[in-house]
């Protein structure tokens, strides 16, 4: 491991496509200046166009993937991505608990852009009970947020009200996710992209950006919290980290390219 930057590991499953997953993990990670480490949750099979299956890992083997990292380097920050089952999703809870690694960045994966359900009902549950109690911060999207709490989100107050009861489920913070899914500002005329964030202190923070009309797109959700992971291995604030991390992503969707058929992917560039 490169002693000279800080180390971040991600634990998510693999898009052979590269545009989501551990693969855009990797590479945000990289544009930070961080050096990134990654274990493998689930084996998809998937292009721009959609989900087409899996091959999940056991706990044994995802845990076999993760301690000699953490035998050999100090983790200086952790974010998961998807953790289809409930062993795998127990699996990291029980090594955040035991083992001497930060408190993770939480993006709950639940439903691919094409619509592909990447967890089931057990794991969610275990996410919600065991894993979000030891999270720094969760980053769930509208839907993910919805799904989490049981209640429609339609404007910026209910993205409020939402992570205040993501809050009572056990993360230190909770920043949900507005994006394509999210509400508008019509008032300035202008579409916008907006994420609220409810910190360690319970102030909320609201982020703002230009909302860009490219179709779908591949793996933003993977990009933010990999980013704000690298972030807070730098040593930033929380709400620094969001910042810059949303900053990035914005730039990443409104220079995103296609690369197949279907969903755009994102080429964030430091």
Same mark, same amino acid.
């Given at each position: 491991? =490169?002693? =000279?930057?800080?180390?971040?590991?991600?634990?998510? !499953?693999?898009?052979?496509?590269?545009?989501?997953?551990?693969?855009?993990?990797?590479?945000?990670?990289?544009?930070?200046?961080?050096?990134?480490?990654?274990?493998?949750?689930?084996?998809?099979?998937?292009?721009?166009?959609?989900?087409?299956?899996?091959?999940?890992?056991?706990?044994?083997?995802?845990?076999?993937?993760?301690?000699?990292?953490?035998?050999?380097?100090?983790?200086?920050?952790?974010?998961?991505?998807?953790?289809?089952?409930?062993?795998?999703?127990?699996?990291?809870?029980?090594?955040?608990?035991?083992?001497?690694?930060?408190?993770?960045?939480?993006?709950?994966?639940?439903?691919?852009?094409?619509?592909?359900?990447?967890?089931?009902?057990?794991?969610?549950?275990?996410?919600?009970?065991?894993?979000?109690?030891?999270?720094?911060?969760?980053?769930?999207?509208?839907?993910?947020?919805?799904?989490?709490?049981?209640?429609?989100?339609? =404007?910026?107050?209910?993205?409020?009200?939402?992570?205040?009861?993501?809050?009572?489920?056990?993360?230190?913070?909770?920043?949900?996710? !507005?994006?394509?899914?999210?509400?508008?500002?019509?008032?300035?005329?202008?579409?916008?992209?907006?994420?609220?964030?409810?910190?360690?202190?319970? =102030?909320?923070?609201?982020?703002?950006?230009?909302?860009?009309?490219?179709?779908?797109?591949?793996?933003?959700?993977?990009?933010?919290?990999?980013?704000?992971?690298?972030?807070?291995?730098?040593?930033?604030?929380?709400?620094?980290?969001?910042?810059?991390?949303?900053?990035?992503?914005?730039?990443?969707?409104?220079?995103?390219?296609?690369?197949?058929?279907?969903?755009?992917?994102?080429?964030?560039?430091?």
């Amino acid at each position: 491991m =490169n002693k =000279n930057r800080p180390v971040v590991l991600s634990i998510a !499953g693999l898009d052979p496509s590269g545009g989501a997953g551990i693969v855009a993990d990797i590479r945000t990670i990289a544009a930070f200046g961080c050096f990134p480490a990654a274990a493998i949750t689930s084996i998809t099979y998937q292009n721009t166009t959609g989900v087409f299956g899996a091959v999940h890992q056991t706990a044994d083997v995802l845990l076999s993937q993760i301690q000699p990292i953490i035998d050999d380097s100090e983790i200086a920050s952790v974010k998961t991505g998807m953790l289809p089952s409930a062993e795998i999703v127990d699996a990291v809870a029980r090594l955040v608990s035991t083992q001497k690694l930060p408190m993770p960045i939480v993006d709950p994966v639940m439903v691919s852009t094409s619509g592909h359900d990447l967890i089931d009902a057990e794991a969610l549950s275990i996410l919600k009970g065991r894993l979000l109690q030891q999270a720094r911060l969760v980053t769930p999207n509208i839907p993910e947020a919805e799904r989490l709490t049981g209640q429609a989100i339609r =404007n910026e107050a209910d993205m409020r009200n939402a992570a205040q009861r993501i809050r009572e489920l056990g993360p230190r913070a909770v920043l949900v996710k !507005g994006g394509h899914g999210g509400p508008r500002n019509a008032e300035k005329g202008l579409d916008e992209a907006i994420d609220v964030l409810l910190d360690e202190e319970e =102030n909320f923070h609201v982020f703002r950006a230009e909302y860009f009309e490219v179709g779908e797109v591949h793996g933003s959700g993977c990009t933010l919290s990999a980013a704000i992971a690298a972030c807070l291995a730098l040593g930033m604030s929380l709400q620094s980290a969001v910042g810059e991390a949303k900053q990035f992503v914005s730039e990443a969707i409104r220079s995103s390219e296609p690369t197949g058929q279907g969903a755009r992917t994102l080429f964030g560039v430091r």
